[in-house]
């Protein structure tokens, strides 16, 4: 059976063909390219400065959270406050509410850490 094969296709999968010189020389700069890209991707970043290490700009943003989740809740109680005349569960389906109550959980997650790092770290 393999005598009816043409003499290309009898020892095709056995043999090992080299590519032509240009092809392989394209082939080996594209996969070094890629190695190369690939490092820089993997080395680690250049070190980052915490923005907080400074006490002052920690005791700023500290002052500048409480100042927002004060505002939120305070708007938060009007919202509450203000009659609903679609009813109860209008309030629950209101976006503003949804968006305040996101925000005053973010800001107070990051307000207790920094009050941490201040309690661990100093002033």
Known sequence: MSESLPAA???ACRSRRRLPTPVRRSALAAAVLAAVATGACLRDPAPETD??????????RIETLRQSIDRDRARL??????????????????????????????Q????AAL?????????
């Not at 907080?52 to 700023?60: C, I, L």
């Open 9 to 11: 296709g009898r020892g």
């Open 51 to 60: 923005p907080y290490a400074d006490p002052e700009a920690r005791a700023a």
């Open 77 to 106: 109680e009007q919202l509450i406050a203000e009659p609903q005349p679609r009813g109860v569960a209008s309030l629950y389906e209101d976006p503003e509410v949804t968006t305040i109550a996101e925000r005053i959980g973010a």
């Open 108 to 111: 107070s997650r990051e307000l």
């Open 115 to 123: 009050e941490s790092l201040d309690r661990e770290v100093g002033p």
